[in-house]
Structures are given as C-alpha cells and as structure tokens.
C-alpha cells in the first residue's frame, strides 16, 4: 500500500504481461525482475510481492486476468427482488384485505363508542349529575 501523499503506480496489461513474460522466459528471479524493470517501491519486498501477485494471476487466469482492475472494495450492489410465488401473493393479498377490513370495522366502533359516550355526558348534565 502507498503511504500517504504517494500515488500507487498503476501498469498497463501489457507491460505486467511482457514483465511476467521475461521473467519466466530468461528463468529471472523476483528480485532481478523488479531491479530490471524499474519495480523498486519504498522496501523491495513490495515489488517482490507485487510480482508474485501479477505471475500468480498470470498462470490462473491468463493475460485478461492482467487486464482486470483489483483495487477498492467490490461493489455489493442492491440485491435483486425476486418474484414472488403465486401462492404466497395471493395470501398476502388476502391477508392484506383481511386487515383493511378490520381495520375499518375497528375505525367505526371507535367512532361509534365516541359518539355514545358524548351522549352519556350530555344526558348526564342534563340531569345535574357530575359526569365520570
């Protein structure tokens, strides 16, 4: 990693490819592969595992493996809806109407229980009665 105030180096595939390249054709090691091209970062140890990274990917994947940029956190995204099963919507709708109704019965006997208990009090001072 770069200390700070330092940009990291970035390479070009094709130079990663000719280094890697180079290095298995002429048998060269890691440390006089880095000297050779110029890879010396701030401890040698840096651009020795830099190499051994960009080979390493070079044998799994290949030159577009070299291509692919690695750097920063990869993306989760949003995660996808799926669909629901014909069943479980149609119970859910069902549900769903289900308590709209309720709801709406339970909104009348408030508004009925109101409209009661201010009779009560009226008929209560009516009479002269203290109401509760």
Same mark, same amino acid.
């Not at 180079?22 to 110029?38: F, I, P, Q, S, V």
């Not at 401890?43 to 960009?54: E, F, K, N, P, V």
């Not at 799926?82 to 709209?100: G, S």
């Not at 909104?107 to 509760?132: S, T, V």
């Given at each position: 990693?770069?200390?700070?105030?330092?940009?990291?180096?970035?390479?070009?595939?094709?130079?990663?490819?000719?280094?890697?390249?180079?290095?298995?054709?002429?048998?060269?090691?890691?440390?006089?592969?880095?000297?050779?091209?110029?890879?010396?970062?701030?401890?040698?140890?840096?651009?020795?595992?830099?190499l051994?990274?960009? +080979?390493?990917?070079?044998?799994?994947?290949?030159?577009?493996?070299?291509?692919? %940029? #690695?750097? $920063? =956190? &990869?993306?989760?995204?949003?995660?996808?809806?799926?669909?629901?099963?014909?069943?479980?919507?149609?119970?859910?709708?069902?549900?769903?109407?289900?308590?709209?109704?309720?709801?709406?019965?339970?909104?009348?006997?408030? +508004?009925?229980?109101?409209?009661?208990d201010?009779?009560i009090?009226?008929?209560? %001072? #009516?009479? $002269? =009665? &203290?109401?509760?």
């Amino acid at each position: 990693m770069a200390k700070k105030g330092n940009k990291q180096k970035k390479y070009s595939a094709e130079f990663k490819e000719s280094v890697i390249m180079d290095m298995r054709e002429n048998h060269l090691g890691y440390r006089e592969t880095a000297r050779k091209y110029g890879l010396v970062t701030s401890s040698m140890g840096g651009a020795i595992s830099t190499l051994h990274r960009w +080979e390493r990917i070079y044998l799994e994947e290949g030159a577009t493996g070299l291509m692919t %940029e #690695r750097r $920063g =956190r &990869k993306s989760t995204g949003r995660p996808r809806k799926r669909p629901l099963d014909q069943p479980v919507e149609e119970d859910l709708i069902a549900e769903n109407q289900r308590l709209r109704e309720r709801n709406e019965y339970l909104e009348m006997e408030l +508004e009925y229980l109101k409209k009661l208990d201010a009779l009560i009090r009226a008929e209560e %001072e #009516r009479n $002269g =009665r &203290k109401p509760k």
